[in-house]
Every structure is written in structure tokens, then in C-alpha cells.
């Protein structure tokens, strides 16, 4: 039997509920705090990734999916053969800022507040919260510079969680201060990393000299305990830097978001500046973050926009899902789509009779169903009893002659005979339309 690939999860029926629970709630934070919804494609050109991420990254060195189809259909000829890379998306911060560029967002007005759910694709050894496809919640705040956006946007990360009822997160944050910051410390760590040259996995010797920044999250414990005793950047920062973190600390402080700094914490992109920060929950075991983001006031001239801060988050789902079921909040009640009426007939001959009962309850908005495999009567009641149903309308040939049908309450067991033409004013009295 075919399965699905490796790292990849079917969601069935049961638990889309749960799935959709926190979908709607992602949507109304986000519109509370004035995000709009952006879909982008699920592929875009590989060089979006590795201009924004970074050539010298796991995602964009291990990570990808990458594929050139094999021919391009083009009213070019001269094209078809230019085979361009594409990678289907293993983030989605390069593709809202590629898409905020390409529409002229950016003219229409410069600060947008978008935000996105959808899949996403890396090539990672799977394990508990670690999927090849998951799919997350992030918010893109483009053309923003001040340091009331990255508290803004904590905020609407925190509330949205406590809102799905997620108790206990944690934040952590840092900065990783601005380019100018960078070009002293990157030579603090070179020569710290150098001296622990032979402990460091091949990998990371070559990023010595590559992009000695990304040693600092590899996922190698050896490598991680080396970078955990390096000089963190904090001490090199710039005052425009330091100022910047010590207004968005100030901002958390005074909303009453609490935090934890973390001169170590790093994220594992290139286009990060300045704050960055991840939140994490202890129920989730090894892979803890629920989520992380940070300053990106490069990347929007990087792709050929005039230059603009900017500052976002992504959520994993499937991290908050497994979270919220391991917390088992006893406030959280999530409410399973289910049919209320069930048609059962008497008699297979009155199928038909059924099936017009049925397409009228569900013009006149009633979750409504029916049997069609020709079922008996006790059979037909103990489908609609499994499918929780609240009523079961049956039809028999002796109640048609008065044009009448029985209908059973299912919760007190309760039976009566109503007329068919008044079965839709008795449905509106108890709140069913
Ligand atoms: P990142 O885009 O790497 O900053 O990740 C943001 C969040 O997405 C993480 O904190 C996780 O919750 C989630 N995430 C990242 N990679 C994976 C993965 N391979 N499987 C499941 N969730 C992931």
C-alpha cells in the first residue's frame, strides 16, 4: 500500500476540529490587531531562499526541496529551456516581502500588517514536533522601524495563545544587533571558534571561515556546547542597537509581558537584525519553541525594495496543537461539527421521500443526512446515534398517507408525531435554523 511520505501527517475528520479552533482564533487576533491575511504560492524561485536565508544555512545547505520542472511551458521558446530552480516553501517571511515588492504594496502604503497560515517543507529527520510538512502562523509587520512594533507584535503572539487557552509559554529574546555590530563580533568569534577548531563537527569547520554566525546554532551538542560558552554578541552592539532593545525590553515591561533574555539564543536565518526572540513550552519536550521571529530590517532592500524595517513571527501549528493537548485545559471546549437531523425511512421504496426531506432541511440551513445502502430501521437509528445526531425524522408509509412523519428526540428518547408542514416551525421554535 502507498503511505505518505516520511514526516508528512494526514490530519483526518476527528481532530480537524481542534485544527480549525485554532485557525479561526489565529484570524480574529490577527484582525484585532489590524493584520491582514496574505496567501503566497507554496513554491517560489530557489533564489528567493537562498538570497534571504543565506547560502551558508541548514535550511538552504540541507533542507530544501528544490526540483526544475522538467520542461517549462513558456509563449517564450527562447525560455523553455532556461529550467529555472524552484523550492517549495521552507518559510514564508521571503515570500510575504517578495509578494509585498512585486504587488507595490510597499506604494500603496509603505507599513503593512500582514499575516499567513499555510504548509510549509523542510527536509529534517522527523521526530516528535518535527515534520517535513507543517504549516504555521506568522505575522509580517513590512515598513516598520519603530520598537513599540516588536512588542505589538509579542503581544498579539502571546494573546493568541492565551486566548486558544496555551498557558505557560515562555519567552525568551535577545539582539543580535545590526550589520555594523556584526563586523567586530564576527572577528570575536572567529578567533574563539578557531581555538576549538578540532572539537567542531566538518560542518562547522568549514562555516569557520564561511559564516562563523551560523556555528552558533548548530544543531551538534558538542558544537552547541562550545557556542554556549562564546562571548554573546550583547557586549558588541552599537548604540542605535542597544537603544532599539532597550525600548523594545521597556515596551514588554510596561504591557506586562514577561521575559527571560537569552544572550545566547540565535535564530537560524541570515536576515535577522536587531531583536529576536522564541517562545517555547516546557510540555513539548526536546523541540520546545512554539514559535520565534525577530528584526528583518534588511531583507526588504536586500530584495529590491527601498530600505525599511520590518519585524515578524512564525508559530508551528502542529507544535501548539501537540501543546495544547498535553496541557488538556479544561476550559477548552472544542465543538465537533455534527449533523442535527437524521432521515431514517421505513421502507427502502421511500427513499426517494427521504431524499426531498433531507435537500429541504439543508436549503433551509439544517446539517442534515440520510442513509442510502438500504439499511433497516434499527440500523438507520444506530448510524444516526454514532453521528450524535439532536433529531431523526422518520418516515413511514403509514404516517405518509396523513402527511405526517414521526420525529424522535435523541437526548430524551422522546417520539411525536408532527405534520410535515409544521416540522419547519417546530425546528425554528427550538433554535435549529
Ligand atoms: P522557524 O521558521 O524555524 O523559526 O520556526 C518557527 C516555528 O515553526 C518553530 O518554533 C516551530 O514551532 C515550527 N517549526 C519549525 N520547523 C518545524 C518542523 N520541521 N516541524 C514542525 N514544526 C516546525
Known amino acids: 500500500m502507498i503511505k505518505a511520505p516520511t514526516g508528512t501527517n494526514d490530519i483526518l475528520p476527528d481532530r480537524i476540529p481542534l485544527w480549525r479552533y485554532v485557525e479561526e482564533h489565529a484570524r480574529k487576533q490577527c484582525a484585532l490587531y489590524g493584520y491582514r491575511e496574505i496567501r503566497t504560492p ?10 534571504s536565508i543565506g547560502e551558508v544555512t541548514d535550511i538552504v545547505e540541507k533542507e530544501m526541496y528544490t526540483f526544475q520542472p522538467k520542461v517549462e511551458r513558456s509563449d517564450n521558446p527562447a525560455k523553455e529551456n532556461s529550467r529555472e530552480s524552484f523550492t517549495l516553501r521552507p518559510e514564508l517571511t521571503a515570500p510575504v516581502v517578495r509578494a509585498y515588492l512585486e504587488h507595490h504594496l510597499d506604494r500603496e502604503q509603505k507599513s503593512q500588517k500582514l499575516f499567513y497560515l499555510g504548509p510549509l517543507f523542510r527536509h529534517e529527520r522527523p521526530q516528535k514536533g518535527r515534520f517535513r510538512q507543517f504549516h504555521q502562523l506568522g505575522v509580517e509587520a513590512l515598513g516598520f522601524s519603530n520598537p513599540l512594533v516588536d512588542v505589538e507584535i509579542i503581544n498579539l503572539a502571546q ?3 492565551k486566548t486558544i487557552g496555551l ?12 550589520p555594523e555590530c556584526r563586523t567586530g563580533y564576527r572577528n570575536v568569534l572567529r578567533k574563539y571558534f578557531a581555538g576549538h577548531k578540532d572539537q567542531l563537527c566538518a560542518n562547522c569547520r568549514e562555516r569557520l571561515d564561511r559564516n562563523v554566525f551560523r556555528i552558533l546554532d548548530c544543531k551538534n551538542k558538542q558544537c552547541y556546547e562550545i557556542a554556549a560558552r562564546a562571548e554573546p554578541i550583547n557586549n558588541s552592539l552599537c548604540a542605535g542597537c542597544r537603544t ?8 514588554l515591561e510596561k504591557n506586562g509581558l514577561s521575559y527571560q533574555l537569552d544572550h545566547h539564543l540565535v535564530r537560524g536565518f541570515d536576515y535577522y ?13 526536546a523541540q520546545d519553541a512554539v514559535g520565534g521571529g525577530g528584526r528583518y530590517d534588511n531583507l526588504i532592500a536586500e530584495l ?3 530600505p525599511a524595517g520590518a519585524t515578524g513571527w512564525a508559530l508551528g501549528l502542529e507544535r501548539i496543537i501537540l501543546a495544547l493537548e498535553a496541557v488538556k485545559n479544561s476550559n477548552l471546549i472544542i465543538q465537533p461539527d455534527k449533523l442535527k437531523v437524521f432521515v431514517a425511512s421505513v421502507t427502502q421504496e421511500l427513499g426517494s421521500e427521504s431524499f426531498a426531506l433531507v435537500s429541504e432541511l439543508r436549503k433551509k440551513n439544517i446539517a442534515a443526512d440520510m442513509d442510502y445502502e438500504g439499511r433497516s430501521l ?3 437509528m444506530r448510524l444516526a446515534n454514532k453521528q450524535e445526531v439532536s433529531y431523526v425524522i422518520i418516515l413511514g408509509p403509514e404516517e405518509l398517507t396523513k402527511n405526517a412523519v414521526k420525529l424522535k428526540n435523541m437526548q430524551s428518547g422522546q417520539e411525536s408525531e408532527v405534520q410535515r408542514d409544521d416540522l419547519f416551525d417546530l425546528f425554528l421554535k427550538k433554535n435549529m435554523i
Open 42 to 51: 507554496i513554491f517560489e524561485s530557489t533564489q528567493l531562499f537562498v538570497r
Open 159 to 161: 494573546s493568541f495563545l
Open 167 to 178: 498557558d505557560g509559554c515562555v519567552l525568551k529574546i535577545n539582539s543580535i544587533g545590526c
Open 244 to 251: 532599539h532593545f532597550d525600548a523594545v525590553l521597556a515596551g
Open 273 to 285: 537584525t536587531r531583536t529576536i526572540f522564541e517562545i517555547t513550552h516546557s510540555a513539548l519536550g
Open 304 to 306: 529590491g525594495g527601498s
Open 378 to 380: 434499527k440500523a438507520q
